[in-house]
């Protein structure tokens, strides 16, 4: 009996909490909603390509280091490493918010000075600038990721310039031109073309298309470098006295190192490595991307060795490095544009008229030492033009099609780019080179030149031939 009251009790004590427990729920605040989070897969394969692009900087050191004469190869790959110290630096403080920060058409505002506001948020850090509809640069990884994968391309861009004045610059001049050049060349046109509000580009722009750099890495620093050759002036042993490659080997390592972190420079600018749609067609831009990278260099280096077997009688190790790398430039502005078909024939292409300008640049006996202009600048003009011909919203619904789909307005548009950024590229050297010209200097001593740069800049030598040939005790 006794456990019958109990069980009557309990039960009747049930339901009488039941409602003024639904009250107390009921009453209870709802719960903030989780802020978004990064996506772990997109971050992590947007810093793994940033670490590839990093990569590229002693790759292109290497692949400068071989073509000069032994006792300039320590400055010759001084000349990109040092950049990932001096833009390492400048890009925090001041290069990523000039570069991507809201501002005007022309330049980011001041507003991301010293990484201020610059966090772990993946998106509304552009909220309340113009187009509205872009509220940040890629929606699943942290803010931070996207400005230092943006870093390396601040930092490999002005080392390209170092193979036109290979040789004779002094490093502190070098220094400081790379210095200013970062920050009133490449900044402007980093902005113009990928940033939010920028004349150029996709976010509020005239819709230039530029995947991954053919406009903000190639032509800027392959204008530049022509611009700086004929400021500099010629070695002293140029024409008549030039030397081969010292290293044919490092060469081929650099040119490797360069195609391999050329898949971070051009699929990790998809900012993502997940798939979408366009219309009814599955799409990877990522991949189509790095499709399209490999495709285009491998095309590249076939066609360069072809027109020296047959103009030249033999192919050679350089000019499979070179054409590959005449490649990797074509392909960059349309890798996320165009199908693997059209990078094999951007990659041809390319080649076919870099080749020519490189002959060219002989002729006009031109002292840009190791062909800067000729693969970057060329290169760079001729794949941003037939990103115009080839690109198409079959692959990437983000960009626009091309004349091959019957936009014939976007030539006229890709034109202007390039335009643009011959004259941002070429007046802005020209008068950066001028000031440092007027106070430090440009070039070393003509004994210096002579001796060497590695002793006379450095202090030390690549290969210790002065102390390796010494007669042991």
Known sequence: MLKKFVMIGAMTLLFLAGPLMGDAFAQAPAAAAAPPTADTGDTAFMLISAALVLLMTPGLAFFYGGF?????????????????????VTWVLWGYSLSFAPGLPFIGGLEWLGLNGVGLEITDYLKGSNPPEVVSYAGTIPHQAFMIYQAMFAIITPALISGAIAERMSFRAYSLFVLLWSTFVYAP????VWAKGGFLGLYGGLGALDFAGGTVVHISSGVSALVAAIVLGPRKTHPDRLSPPHNVPFILLGAGLLWFG???????????????????????????AFVATNAAAAAAALMWLILEAALRGKPTAVGAATGAVAGLVGITPAAGFVTPLSAILIGFITAFVCFYAISFKHKLEIDDALDTFPV????????????????????????????????????????????????????????????????????????????????????EEGYNSEFGDRPTQ
């Open 262 to 288: 050329w898949f971070g420079f051009n699929a990790g600018s998809a900012l993502s490595a997940a798939s979408g749609t366009s219309g009814t067609v599955v799409t990877n831009v990522a991949t189509t």
């Open 68 to 88: 000069v004469r032994s006792r300039n190869v320590l400055n010759t790959l001084m000349m990109s490493f040092v950049l990932m110290a001096i833009v390492g």
């Open 376 to 459: 970057h600048g060329v290169g760079g003009t001729v794949g941003a033009i037939l990103t115009a011909v080839f690109a198409t919203t079959q692959v990437n619904g983000g960009g626009k099609d091309g004349v091959l789909r019957g936009n014939l307005g976007e030539l006229g548009v890709e034109l202007v780019a390039i335009a643009v950024a011959y004259a941002i590229a070429g007046v802005g050297t020209w008068i950066i080179l001028k000031v440092i010209d007027a106070t430090v200097g440009l070039r070393v001593k003509e004994e210096a030149e002579l001796q060497g740069l590695d002793i006379n800049e450095h202090g």
């Open 189 to 192: 046109l980093a902005h113009m």
